[in-house]
DNA sequence: GTAAAATAGTTACCTGAGTAACTAATTGGG
DNA sequence: CCCAATTAGTTACTCAGGTAACTATTTTAC
């Protein structure tokens, strides 16, 4: 039972689609991990910056440093809440006016991405993914 | 359509079993990408670090780093071949005698990983990972 | 047979993510 | 009310991977 190989194929897809999400976003002077967070603020609106954490499922420390490198850009500024230590992140103008063009280079890579990929067996395998995902969550907090 | 949903489940697998593996091999002091080479050391037996990239998708520099990570750890060693670029790399006695523990350790964390997830789904699962990779790898070298 | 192209590995520097240890602010218990 | 515990975020350092530029060999082409 080669379970090593299941392994080993989730990495390499994973480094796979960085790298090819990377090539679109280059252009923008983007990278994967910044274009993730521009993704969630415009959804979103304004959030804390732990909130964004939880909601991308990364810890604190990346986090600054991906924010961090977007305020560096003016793409993102934060503004000080009720409670003096929360960082409330909100995209700025700049980003706004930019946004769709991004958004659109990557909506067209993704496609490029699943290309081939029924969506039938896209589900299937989201499915798959997301709850295996789920239970494996559990295993580590006992 | 949320593919990016997809992509996402994908990376947080990656890193979680990447966590967990790491869990695992903590006590001997060893790291995921040191664990994959040893594993595929024990397998083909001697290999050049061209080889070992390879088989592992992995490039060189990285390669070159675990490998020296591993020959200060004494687990592996490397003898010139007639062609003097080339660096043949293979597992010490050390490793050799270590190596089942590592392995049982390894084993039983991976079974752990995939409790609850019944064979057939587990190869619905990677027949379609497995697909998807193969037209990815197609995909980037157009 | 030698100069140019290709190949194996290394070095330097980058992104992405993690843990541990810290600061500053806030909440709770006595 | 005030001190202890908690929470938000940062800093320092680590692992895993990537690209670009380099050295040292080996092939290839002329």
Redesign the pocket.
């Known amino acids: 039972m080669a379970t090593h190989e299941l392994f080993h194929t989730i990495?390499q897809l994973s480094?796979e689609l960085?790298?090819l999400i990377?090539q679109t976003l280059q252009p923008f002077g983007l990278?994967?991990?910044?274009w993730?967070v521009l993704f969630v603020l415009k959804e979103e609106g304004s959030m804390?910056?732990?909130?964004?954490?939880e909601y991308?499922?990364?810890?604190?420390?990346?986090?600054?440093?991906?924010?961090?490198?977007l305020i560096k850009q003016d793409y993102v500024r934060?503004t000080q809440g009720?409670?003096?230590?929360?960082?409330?992140?909100h995209l700025t103008e700049k980003a706004e006016t930019a946004y769709p063009e991004w958004e659109q280079a990557v909506l067209s890579a993704n496609e490029k991405l699943l290309a081939g990929m029924p969506d039938e067996k896209r589900i299937v395998m989201q499915t798959l993914l997301a709850s295996w995902l789920g239970t494996l969550k559990g295993v580590s907090h006992e």
Request: with cysteine; hydrophobic share 35%; net charge positive.
């Open positions: 990495h480094r960085t790298k990377n990278y994967s991990a910044q993730a804390s910056q732990s909130d964004l954490c991308l499922a990364v810890e604190a420390p990346p986090m600054t440093r991906t924010i961090q490198r934060y009720a409670d003096k230590r929360v960082k409330m992140i």
